[in-house]
């Protein structure tokens, strides 16, 4: 059964402090992993990777995917109180349906 | 552009009782998902459509139906409610199924059901 698997589940962290979130999974020919941030409301888009070990970077935020050990890891650098949310990791598996099946989530909060 | 819009944003429903989630994108995308999210939870897809006129089940579609007339809107119906549908519902879309194509989420209806 194809699954997502993200951890940890949850995570306090003081502002300035580097943190990564680990997402792993079995899924089989998927076409793209993608990552996303939630704060209260809806899903926003941070990153789509569809290539092992190429690095994207926005800001202070970076995410890479390694196919071969089947995980990605998203890093945030210098974290400022509005990166607490749940960060969302998707996996595009639909062929040319672009259906994505998603992980739990990561629930990261930033104390000032 | 508005993007993805939903209503209503909120909903209490007794068991038993029909409703309809609405979902509007005004971006011209043909690709449309709902899904829904019980706390704690990713997002669980319950249906799509690739196009007008075309849907097709998700991971948990049973308790919904939906329906695809025009490109724009895409409606979710749940009919005879139960409280195992208490959830969020998101409605997203993307412009096609192509591999670098994300998707764009509304802002979710809360739905409760007692």
């Known amino acids: 059964e194809d699954k997502v698997v993200q951890s940890p589940l949850s995570l306090v962290v003081h502002e300035g402090d580097t943190v990564t979130l680990n997402c792993s999974y079995e899924?089989?020919?998927?076409?793209?992993l993608l990552w996303y941030k939630q704060e209260k409301k809806a899903p926003t888009f941070l990153f789509m990777l569809t290539s092992s070990g190429i690095e994207k970077k926005s800001g202070r935020l970076s995410s890479i995917l390694d196919k071969k050990e089947l995980f990605s890891i998203l890093n945030i650098t210098a974290t400022q109180t509005g990166d607490s949310a749940v960060y969302l990791c998707a996996l595009n598996y639909g062929g040319a349906t672009n259906k994505l099946i998603f992980g739990t989530g990561t629930l990261l909060a930033v104390q000032p | 552009n508005a993007g993805v819009t939903q209503t209503p944003k909120f909903r209490i429903l007794k068991i038993g009782q029909s409703m309809t989630l609405q979902c509007t994108q005004d971006m011209n995308h043909n690709y449309m998902y709902w899904y829904r999210q019980d706390p704690g939870m990713g997002l669980k897809l319950i249906y799509y459509s690739v196009g007008a006129g075309i849907t097709d089940k998700g991971e948990v579609p049973n308790g919904y139906n939906v329906s695809r007339s025009t490109t724009e809107d895409f409606p979710l119906r749940l009919e005879l409610a139960a409280p195992s549908q208490t959830s969020v519902y998101f409605c997203?879309?993307?412009?096609?199924?192509?591999?670098?194509?994300?998707?764009?989420f509304g802002p979710g209806t809360r739905l409760t059901v007692l």
């Open positions: 899924v089989t020919n998927f076409r793209s």
């Open positions: 997203a879309s993307s412009p096609s199924g192509g591999p670098n194509n994300e998707q764009f």
